[in-house]
């Protein structure tokens, strides 16, 4: 799969980049998991199917209008990463990784606002590939 993700998703990266380049010890804890998710979201062949769920990667029920997808990680005491993905219809190439959180900070909240954060994420991730597109 290829990933692509929103400039906000970038953002946080680049931000979380500098943050482990100054020495942070908990950035750099989350960049390891949130890197190792975004390789098992390339090594994915196509979109998976609710029937396909593992631990590692679980549908998002919480979501309202697109097929959320979440990437987890086995258990870090203090460390509890979730970058939350959505695959585009009709894609055999494209995974958007819209947001990451470290849920070990807020616990299950995190989910209470996925589905509505996702919704807006998507809709900004079309309209950069459209204007990528033009």
């Not at 998703?9 to 949130?34: M, S, Y």
């Not at 998002?60 to 005491?77: A, C, M, N």
Request: glycine share 6%; proline share 5%; hydrophobic share 40%.
């Amino acid at each position: 799969m290829h990933i692509d993700w929103p400039a906000d998703f970038g953002a946080w990266l680049d931000d979380l980049e500098e943050r482990v380049e100054k020495g942070d010890g908990h950035a750099k804890q989350i960049l390891i998991l949130v890197t190792a998710a975004l390789k098992r979201l390339q090594e994915l062949k196509e979109p998976p199917t609710r029937d396909q769920e593992s631990a590692s990667l679980r549908w998002v029920r919480q979501s309202r209008r697109h097929l959320l997808w979440r990437v987890s990680h086995p258990y870090r005491p203090g460390v509890a990463v979730r970058l939350i993905c959505w695959f585009p219809p009709d894609s055999e190439t494209v995974v958007v990784a819209l947001f990451a959180g470290d849920k070990a900070r807020i616990g299950d909240v995190f989910y209470n606002s996925v589905g509505a954060r996702a919704d807006g994420l998507i809709d900004q991730w079309k309209r950069e590939a459209m204007r990528g597109r033009s």
